[in-house]
């Protein structure tokens, strides 16, 4: 099973700052994916990061706000940018592994922004 | 949006069976029954997933009808550490295809 490891797992921010999330797994996967999870709310999809090309962003969520960086098959990072209280939730990545298509999560970085 | 409809929550004796059930009427001929949960401020985790056929591992047991239209995920023993929020998800049985997760099940396991 992959390994993903989420820094920071926790952060507090000042509002209009930006917050750049990185997901390190330890094997070699084609997607990454990025998910938020606001306060008591399931999890929704950000974007799709494909290394080397474009992230594909879910309909909600821009380029702008939420830049995605995937430099090689095993790394991502997600930017919350010009933050403001509403962007406060817990920020997820996942990849997909073996034969059975099982996806695996990172712990999470609970954003709290002030 | 999500393709399956859970109950809000439910409640299950410590060491008794729990039976959380999932209703995906529109599922199609080539998406499977996937179960994750997630324990309070943790990532989800995977937990069993099948096609037509009921499905056994380490952690659960998965039910799902004959029209493949509902399923109940069981936990045979349930411990207070599978306390969390179950996941029932339907999906390709195909590489790099995202979760779209619906508001689950919130499963407490009271002692």
């Known amino acids: 099973s992959a390994v993903i490891s989420q820094k920071p797992s926790r952060d507090i921010c000042q509002r209009g700052t930006s917050l750049t999330i990185q997901c390190q797994v330890d094997s070699q996967v084609t997607m990454m994916f990025w998910y938020r999870q606001q306060p008591g709310q399931s999890l929704t999809l950000i974007a799709t990061a494909n290394q080397g090309s474009e992230a594909t962003y879910e309909s909600g969520f821009v380029i702008d706000k939420f830049p995605i960086s995937r430099p090689n098959l095993t790394f991502s990072t997600l930017t919350v940018s010009n933050m403001s209280p509403e962007d406060s939730s817990i920020y997820l990545c996942s990849v997909e592994e073996g034969t059975g298509f099982r996806s695996f999560f990172g712990q999470g970085t609970r954003l709290t922004v002030v | ?111």
């Not at chain 2, 080539?30 to 324990?39: L, P, T």
């Open chain 2, 1 to 111: 949006d999500a393709k399956t409809t859970q109950p809000p929550s439910m409640d299950c004796a410590e060491g008794r069976a729990a039976n959380l059930p999932c209703n995906h009427s529109t599922i199609s001929g080539n998406e499977y029954v996937y179960w994750y949960r997630q324990i309070h401020s943790q990532g989800p985790q995977y937990i069993i997933h099948g096609l037509k056929n009921n499905e056994t591992n380490e952690m659960a047991s998965l039910i799902i009808t004959e029209d493949r239209k509902s399923s109940t995920l069981i936990l045979p023993h349930a411990t207070l550490r599978d306390t969390a929020v179950y996941y029932c998800i339907v999906r390709p049985h195909s590489g790099n295809t995202p979760l779209v997760f619906g508001k689950g099940t919130r499963l407490s396991v009271i002692a």
